[in-house]
């Protein structure tokens, strides 16, 4: 991934090295957390620890402040979110969303407070809180989805992960999110938790079409990286590492194919409109089918 000319933003926050007790979850336990949060979702509303305020700052509270590593990793994560920062304030504006509100992004270690989703252990993965328009990272879980699942931890396919988490705040702008969250507690919660995270997949291969175009980013084998994970991330597959078979009805982000096929219908055709976007909620023009856990629809998934 070429990032010597990407714009690097100002809304990162570094907080490794910074201890925080009794949430971190390592090993075997870790990275089975990891994967229940990514076969079962992840619920910002219900993560463990106290519940942020007007006065919360979302730091990493009960240990002592330390210095992140000198690792470049913050550049590198500040580079990324720069370019979603250039790409979606361009196509707020074209597609008649409106103002971009850019979000910012935490890196951690072991675990984290936020400022209105709770707390959590690293082992549950890259997450966005809405309440506070931020995207959480321990950069380490990308060496447990490369041993541990099967994805890769090359830099474009964490670039690709970030971008799904920024793909959940474009979402959360214009209403999307919404959608998702009216439907908790009903029948067709798992449904519309497919669509929105199909959505997120999609709007992380928009942001990649035009990041190329603008910046020429991509170099030999990077969007390998990002299928490869893509694939190893889909519901079917995860439940088939933990469970020896998957179980369609209880799907809630996608199908390894329906992961692959949303990045890169986004990636070739950079289509941002709300006519795009709003087919992943259409009911009529894309049903759900409950025996595969899939939804249908030759636009966004081919036959």
Known sequence: MQLDDAPQSDNVEDRRGMKRAGLAVGGGAGILLAILGLVFGLDTNKLAGPQGDGDDKGG??????????????????????GLTEEVWVEQFKTNGYGAYKKPKMV????????????????????????AD???????????????KLGGSKGDFSQAYVIG???????????????RTDAKRKKPQENEYSIRLELQADYLAGVWAHHAEKKRKILEKGDIEEALKTARAIGDNRIQEKMRGKSH??????????????????????????????????DEDATPFDRTTGELRNRELFGK
């Open 248 to 281: 369609p009805e209880s799907f809630n982000h996608g199908t390894d194919r329906q992961r692959y096929a949303s990045f890169m219908n986004g990636f070739d055709t950079g289509d941002a409109s709300k006519r795009k976007l709003m087919l992943y909620f």
């Open 133 to 147: 328009d931020t995207v959480y990272l321990d950069p380490t879980f990308f060496t447990e989805l490369e041993e």
């Open 107 to 130: 890196l951690f270690s072991e675990a984290v407070d936020t400022k209105g989703c709770g707390s959590a252990p690293s082992s549950v993965g890259p997450f966005y809180c809405p």
């Open 60 to 81: 990493q509270k009960g240990g002592k402040k330390g210095q992140p590593p000198a690792d470049g990793y913050k550049e590198f994560a500040s580079k990324v979110l």
């Open 164 to 178: 799904h988490e920024v793909g959940h705040h474009v979402q959360n702008l214009p209403g999307y999110s919404a």
